[in-house]
Structure formats: C-alpha cells, structure tokens
C-alpha cells in the first residue's frame, strides 16, 4: 500500500482564512518535505523537516516521526496560495529518494 | 541549495519519435533523480542517475523506454524512446545536499 497517505484531497479556503494539511506515514519516515507545485508546474520548496516544527511566514509545518505523521498549517490565506500541494517523505532506507503523497489541491477564494 | 536548469521547458512530439531531456546542476551533486508527472497525480521516481554507470530504474521503467545518462556530477539526460500519448506527462530531475532535495522546474512533454 501507500507509504504516504495525504489529505484532504482538495481544500477551498476563503482569503484571509486557514486550514491543515496533513500526511501519514505507513512506515518509519527519516525526514519529509512539503512542495508547492504551481500553475506551470513548477515545485516549491516550502519545508524540509527532520523532526520538530518549521514557520515560514504564513505556513507552519510539523513532522512527528514517532507518531508518523506530518502538517502542514497555512493562516490568513491569499489567492497566490493556490496550487497544490505535496508532502514527500524519505524512509530510513531511503538514500535521498522520496515518496510523495497525492497531494492536496488547494484552492483559494476572494 | 543546488540549482536545477531542465530543457527543454516543453515540447510536442510525434508518436514513435525521441525526445531527449537535459538537466544540468549549478554544482557538483553526488545523487541526480528522475521523475514523472501525470496530469493531476503525484509525482512517481522513475530511476538514480549513477555518475558513470548505468541507471537504476524503479519497478515499470527500462533503460530501453527511458535511457539515461550520467556522464560526470552536473550533468544528466533522460530521453524517452519510442514515444506514445501515454508518455504525456511531465519530467522532473532532482538532486540532493545533505538535508533537502531539489527539483528542476521540469519538462511537459506532450506526445501526438
């Protein structure tokens, strides 16, 4: 089965208002990292978590080894915030090669 | 950080033609990866670019399909063989440092 189960699946937020994403892991994850992915395409790096908790701006983003999970918290949401995004995680065996959620698409609305 | 130039940015292609990828790193990264994207889905590993040695391909990609090469630290091609509208996707390389991975800003093939 999957090792990174990502939800929700798609979000709709109104601007100036927040959520959660979130990622679980069916096995022990070393690290993960959370991605933007724009309207061209392109991936944005947003976090890279070994442990612990990350703020950047807007977004927040914890990863929980023991528990196997990671989140992802976005406050005060603007219309750039549109995209989706994934969560991708190493395992212990991992040699820098990650698994990545289905990722979320988020939408964000005026 | 570690800088990742792809190109082409996208292209169309006929059926049963080759495509060929570049990516080069703004520096010397030990581990080069390739990925794909299909529309609205995640992105899958395909396979580890070895620097001077043959690839290694995840489970449902062959070097035959998806020949790849590694000729020194900054440099990798990914060429897909044989193309069909199934091949439609996007192609991302990715390289590492030691705490994050990095990710060119990928290539749309389209295949016709």
């Known amino acids: 089965g999957d090792q990174v189960e990502q939800s929700p699946s798609a979000l709709s937020l109104h601007e100036g208002t927040g959520s959660a994403l979130r990622c679980n892991f069916t096995?022990?994850?070393?690290?993960v990292q959370w991605f933007q992915q724009n309207s061209r395409g392109s991936l944005i790096n947003l976090f890279y978590?070994?442990?612990g908790t990350k703020e950047n701006g807007r977004l927040k983003s914890t990863f929980n080894s023991k528990e196997s999970y990671s989140t992802l918290h976005i406050r005060d949401a603007q219309l750039e915030d549109s995209g989706t995004y994934f969560c991708?995680?190493?395992?212990?065996?991992?040699?820098?090669?990650?698994?990545f959620g289905k990722g979320t698409q988020l939408i964000i609305q005026p | 950080s570690v800088l990742l130039y792809q190109k082409p940015n996208r292209d169309i292609c006929q059926s049963g033609t080759s495509l060929k990828i570049q990516c080069v790193a703004d520096?010397?990264?030990?581990?080069m990866f390739w990925y794909q994207q299909f529309q609205e889905q995640s992105l899958m590993l395909m396979a580890t670019?070895?620097?001077?040695?043959?690839?290694?391909?995840e489970s449902g990609f062959t070097k035959d399909k998806f020949p790849i090469s590694r000729p020194n630290l900054t440099f990798s091609t990914l060429t897909v063989n044989n193309a069909r509208p199934g091949d439609s996707s996007i192609y991302f390389c990715?390289?590492?440092?030691?705490?994050?991975?990095?990710f060119g800003k990928g290539t749309r093939l389209t295949v016709v």
């Open positions: 991708a995680a190493e395992n212990t065996e991992g040699a820098d090669r990650l698994t």
């Open positions: 096995t022990t994850m070393r690290a």
């Open positions: 978590l070994a442990s």
């Open positions: 520096s010397q990264v030990v581990s």
């Open positions: 670019a070895n620097e001077g040695s043959e690839a290694t391909y």
């Open positions: 990715s390289s590492t440092t030691n705490t994050e991975v990095f």
